[in-house]
């Protein structure tokens, strides 16, 4: 899978999560983007991501995650593309 | 040693001359020496070893941690539950002690049962997080294990914050703490201005808020608007008590180029609940999402239960429900941490958790009764009432705190309905402990504090930093003003003991 490729899955798993279709996500997409990617919102995010890609999120990953960014790099690095 | 004592100011004098004639690789030994002596001083010696005996077992268990990869949960697991029981055994087992008596009170189970008393080492409950924040985050392999012992008894016994926090990470202070930072006079004159301000919400407001909230909750032949007046008192004193220890606190570090993260951003602001405890002990919040909430979300257990209930109720209810179950779990442990007994269980925990939950279970609702209604969310009308209905369901859940018992608190709010308005305007107010004089230098306090905190929210800069936009003359004015309002007005002295801060006990 390619880094658009995983985007565009990424993309995918946000909007289902935020149950919002006009979503664009980016390397630097954060938490003050999207209205409703509050505390609550961030794990269950992390949890769909985990079952996108078939690999679980260590809880320093979790709590350290800055942008979609990072996420996309963990995804590249141990994801089941 | 109080920090609203003269002993610590003086102390916080010493420290702060002798932290900046020391060269800057050994600043950080001044604080840990001073910190050292605080805690005897404070607490004797007893206490100051159990302390010192947790942080260098913290610190020994996460060498361990850091060099065995493949045992690490067993050793983090190790680590965290003797801290977590002697923490239960110190400070928490009023909740179980309460709960056995009642058992044996009425089933005569258990009534051979005795209960040693024991005295609570200083800021175990603050001290105890830290270093459990530590052990899980090298676990989590978010950093590294120190090698020096001296680093980690330096974070989690640093004098200023070790009574009442804020819960700081070892990763964001690691660098000031070992006096990293360079002397900056800004640092000096914001942390001593912060210092003062802190000074002024303890020793002019939460003092005097004290004396009425005693009065009220004190006698149960007042009713009516009296206990309004009451539980709007206790709310004030409790942000003005705490919030004022904190900006001690802040302020006291700050003199030192420490920066310490906020615990406060003008929470009476807050236009709903959530958002509420967002902006109120926030390093606690913060603390609990990273260290309780997540990780029981992300449980095996939990994903088996929202697996579970996904499949038969559908995807939204599993994962509804599995969220709410991580939000109960993480209520209880902030009720608990209050106090251990069920009244802080209750108004500081599960009453939150029954309103945010309610709130999102009804919000499709309130969302179609606002369109029906053609309600604008956007007038100032409609966010004064939110804020409003925000400071009514706080208050109502924290009075809860100050009563002796859920049950007395349930008396107390029995004895609201009276009418008897004029109370407020005849001059029965006086009555309540505080003369006129002494009432209105509370009320004028409060419209300072106000006005401080209007100007104060939305901003990034801060107050202090639009006062140092103005010239040396107003400055100084408005600083000598502040100084002499403490001077004049704090409730202090020979014959007169500030109390305890409030988030002291807890």
Redo the contacts between chains.
Sequence with gaps: MTKEQVYAAVNEVFRDVFDDDSIEVNDATTADDIEDWDSLEHINLILALEVRFGFKFTMGEVTGMKNVGEAVDMIMQRGQL | MSIVSFAFFAFLGVTLLAYYITPQKFRYVVVLLASALFFLISCGVIPTLIFTGTAVFAWLMAIMIGKNGNRKAILTAAAILPMIAVLIFFKENSFFIDNTRWLRDRTGILSDLTYPTRTIPLGISYYTFLLVSYV??VS???IEPTKNPFKIVLFAGYFPQMTSGPFTRFADVKNELLGRGKFNYENLSFGAQRFLWGLFKKLVLAERLAVIVASVYGNTKLEGAYIFIGAVSYVLQLYTDFSGCMDIVIGASQMFGIKLPENFKTPFYSTSLSEFWRRWHITLGVWL??YV???T??SRWL?SV?AFCAKRLGKKAG?DIA?YI??LITWFSIGFWHGGSWKYICSSGLFFFVMIVGGLLLEPGFKRLIKWLRINTGAWSWTLFSRMRTWILFTLSVSFGRAADLTDGFRMWRRAFKYNPWVMVDGSLYNLGLDAKDFWVMIFGLLILFIISKMQYGTVEGVRYKLSQQNIIFRWIVFLALFAAVLIFGMYGEHYDPADFIYGQF
């Design positions: 899980l985050d989590w392999g978010k999402k990273d909430l997540y990780p979300l992300k994903q929202r994962k969220t991580g939000m």
